[in-house]
């Protein structure tokens, strides 16, 4: 059995930033140390675990699946340390600075907008800047700091960044008011003859998380448009007779303009999380945004 007392506090830190970073250099750099000092330090840890922990290619160092089994309780634990030595507090009436979140039109509107007038009035002095959802390199965007919380989905995230669930999204069938569809249930047949209209964030695809359940059925729709915004897409379908499955939370928004109608054909839901770089992990200002977007997704579709 590993003596206990071989894991001192700097051991453990240095193994939290180097999962982070996945480079000793960058860690010596993060810790104020030579790269010597971390590398004889990842010996020790190699020897504490009884494993390598680590795996060096070309692009940097791999953690092994004990490593990575580590990182969980290994943030936990210096969450506690560092709540012990350095409490913080935060006081957001007083807090003068500028945060910066990327969402996609959606999630905008049905999170950070109600968000964002909340804690305007908590936080006077807070400035907010808004983007639109950074799809493919949203880990390097927050590497540079250039964002500072994501409001997204599981696939967009990475083992650098952390996350806090927000809630869990369905999708609903949507039609014009006066479609043939009508509200009743509908078969898949009744679904199929329709023409339809999906979002597809980035390169146009005419494929979506409908047609995947629909290919498990050797089924297969016409989509006929395809844009890249929620609100582009509530507007076709409200001046169109295309068809279009909208996350539930949006069609609660648009339910004067819109009917919506079971459709009798599984589609898989999706997570919505908040997501931040590990370095901020502690940094009471994220942690009080993240709150927020928290209460205000627990209200559910009120």
């Not at 014009?176 to 023409?195: T, V, W, Y």
Request: with cysteine.
């Amino acid at each position: 059995m590993n003596d206990i007392r071989k894991a001192d506090i700097s051991l453990l830190l240095t193994l939290s930033v180097l999962l982070e970073e996945g480079s000793v250099s960058r860690t010596a750099i993060r810790l104020n140390l030579t790269q010597p000092t971390v590398s004889n330090m990842l010996a020790r840890l190699r020897n504490l675990f009884d494993d390598p922990l680590f795996t060096r290619t070309k692009h940097g160092l791999i953690p092994t699946s004990r490593a990575l089994a580590l990182e969980p309780e290994l943030r936990k634990i210096l969450s506690s340390v560092e709540a012990l030595v350095a409490p913080q507090t935060f006081d957001p009436a007083s807090c003068d600075a500028t945060v910066t979140i990327s969402s996609n039109d959606y999630m905008q509107f049905v999170v950070l907008a109600p968000a964002l007038i909340a804690m305007s009035k908590m936080a006077p002095n807070l400035s907010f800047a808004v983007r639109q959802a950074e799809i493919e390199d949203l880990p390097e965007l927050m590497d540079r700091g250039e964002i500072d919380i994501a409001v997204t989905t599981p696939e967009f995230s990475d083992v650098r960044l952390r996350d806090e669930h927000l809630y869990f999204e369905d999708y609903v069938l949507v039609s014009r008011i006066g479609h043939p569809m009508g509200k009743s249930p509908i078969s898949i047949e009744q679904f199929l003859a329709f023409e339809h209209a999906i979002v597809s964030p980035t390169a146009g695809s005419f494929h979506g998380p409908t047609d995947d359940s629909l290919d498990e059925m050797g089924l297969k729709r016409r989509v006929v448009i395809s844009v890249s915004s929620f609100f582009t897409l509530t507007e076709v379908v409200e001046h169109s007779d295309t068809l279009a499955l909208i996350p539930r939370r949006l069609y609660d928004k648009f339910s004067n303009r819109l009917v919506m109608a079971e459709a009798l054909i599984p589609v898989k839901g999706f997570e919505v999380m908040a997501v931040w770089h590990n370095r901020n992990h502690s940094d009471p200002l994220r942690k009080w945004v993240v709150d927020q977007l928290v209460a205000v997704s627990q209200k559910g579709r009120a």
